[in-house]
Structure formats: C-alpha cells, structure tokens
C-alpha cells in the first residue's frame, strides 16, 4: 500500500500567510468588540439610539455594501486569473476592484459631508461617537487596501508578482468587506 503525501501547508501557511491572518484575526475581534459594546449600550438609551439612527441613510449603506461585495468578487476573479498566469485579465479585474473601492470612498464622503453639515460629529451623542469611530477606521481599512492594490497593480504591469503577495492582497482586500458586511446592519439597520 502505497502512503500518500499530505500538503499541509495550507493548514500552517493560509493564503498570504500566517501573519497575515493573525492581523485579520485582531481587525475582526476588535470591530466585534467595539460593535458588542454599541449593542450594550444601546440597552441604556434605546430611544436616543434610533433617533441617531434614522440620520443614517440606508440606502448609502446599501449601495456601499454593493460596490465593497462587487469589488470582492473582482478582487477574486484578478486572484483567478493571476493563477491562470492571465496578467491582463488579472490586471483588469484589480483595477474593477480599485474602482469599487473608490466609489465605496466617494459615496462615504458625500455621507460625511452631510453628516458634519447637520452637526452629526464625533462628540454629538454615544450612537454617532461609535459611527464615526468604527466607520473612520474601515475608510482607513479601505485606504490601505488601495494602498496595498496600487503597489500589486504596479509589480502586475512589471510582471514581477508573486502569488503570495496576491493572495495577501486580496486577503486583506476581503477583510475589508467583512468588516463592513459588520457594520452595515448593526449600524443602519438594527437601531
């Protein structure tokens, strides 16, 4: 009977690798953390927390979700086709990625903007103090995230990727979405 070998290196080594993952792993706990505390809290003024609440418009929200999970799904495909040795379309599909970023970062600023117009800042009331906190930190995330694609676009073009970093990418890339996949319901529609 012949013994097989068993690869585990995806077990010790995920894609982008363990560091990596640690990292996804700390984000994920402390938006959880911080997101648990909002729902805690609200149980001590539930009536102040939908009354901040409705000054959220949902369907920013919504529209946000749609370009964070298109350009997840982009994101995917360049990571596909990366390992089809496919540059172009490899290429292609990062920039789709990036653009969905950027709507996501656009229509965030249009909501800021109108947020800051009608005296909805950090410091107005508990409900907007965690807004500002939790969704500053994910446009942070989502800034790195353009960041860490600029530089994967630049060494496609060179031809000079490796798997590895692509995969990290596009981990990191995903956990943006997951966080907002987090805030988006506790924030604008549970409250």
């Not at 599909?93 to 249009?110: A, E, Q, S, V, W």
Request: with cysteine.
């Amino acid at each position: 009977m012949e013994t097989e070998k068993v690869n585990y290196k995806n077990i010790y080594y995920p894609p982008g690798g363990i560091l990596l993952w640690i990292l996804i792993l700390l984000e994920l706990i402390t938006f959880g953390v911080a997101l648990i505390v909002l729902a805690v809290g609200s149980k001590e003024n539930p009536e102040a927390f939908r009354e901040s609440s409705a000054h959220l418009n949902a369907t920013y929200g919504a529209i946000n979700t749609i370009f964070l999970l298109t350009s997840g799904f982009f994101m995917a495909s360049s990571l596909h086709q990366f390992k089809q040795k496919k540059l172009k379309k490899s290429s292609i599909y990062l920039n789709i990625t990036m653009l969905g970023g950027i709507l996501f970062l656009i229509l965030k600023g249009i909501e800021y903007s109108e947020k800051i117009e009608y005296g909805l800042i950090l410091g107005y009331d508990t409900f907007f103090n965690f807004y500002w906190l939790l969704t500053g930190f994910h446009v942070i995330h989502v800034l790195v995230g353009i960041i860490i694609l600029l530089f994967m676009q630049r060494s496609l073009k060179k031809e000079t990727a490796i798997l590895e970093d692509v995969e990290a990418s596009a981990a990191f890339w995903h956990m943006c979405d997951l966080i907002w996949l987090l805030l988006f319901p506790v924030l604008y529609l549970v409250f």
